[in-house]
């Protein structure tokens, strides 16, 4: 039950920098951020572990300073391909 927990604040703490930091507005809510933060603490762990070589990062759901680095970076990818994905052709 804790691991369910640390993985929701690592995600709401993850999507709120990302949704900060990436320019644009990006819409949903709370469970949205959450769920992009999630997300990107996968996608930052996979990263962290392809490129530097560091086994467990932000896939451990830990809350530390380089879960949530990696869980920011990963939220940041998402939303670059989110948005390339729903972008209206002009």
């Given at each position: 039950?804790?691991n369910i927990i ?5 995600g709401l703490?993850?999507?709120a ?11 949903g809510g709370?469970?949205a951020?959450?769920g ?5 603490a ?6 962290g572990?392809?490129?530097?070589g560091?086994s467990?990062?932000a896939?451990v759901?830990a809350l530390?300073?380089?879960?949530i680095?990696?869980?920011v970076?990963?939220a940041i990818?998402l939303?670059?391909?989110?948005g ?7």
């Amino acid at each position: 039950m804790g691991n369910i927990i640390a993985w929701i604040v690592l995600g709401l703490i993850a999507g709120a920098i990302a949704k900060a930091i990436y320019p644009g507005t990006q819409g949903g809510g709370f469970l949205a951020t959450t769920g992009l933060g999630i997300l990107g603490a996968l996608v930052g762990g996979y990263l962290g572990n392809m490129f530097l070589g560091t086994s467990g990062g932000a896939s451990v759901g830990a809350l530390s300073i380089p879960s949530i680095a990696f869980a920011v970076i990963g939220a940041i990818v998402l939303l670059f391909v989110w948005g390339l994905l729903t972008q209206r052709a002009a």
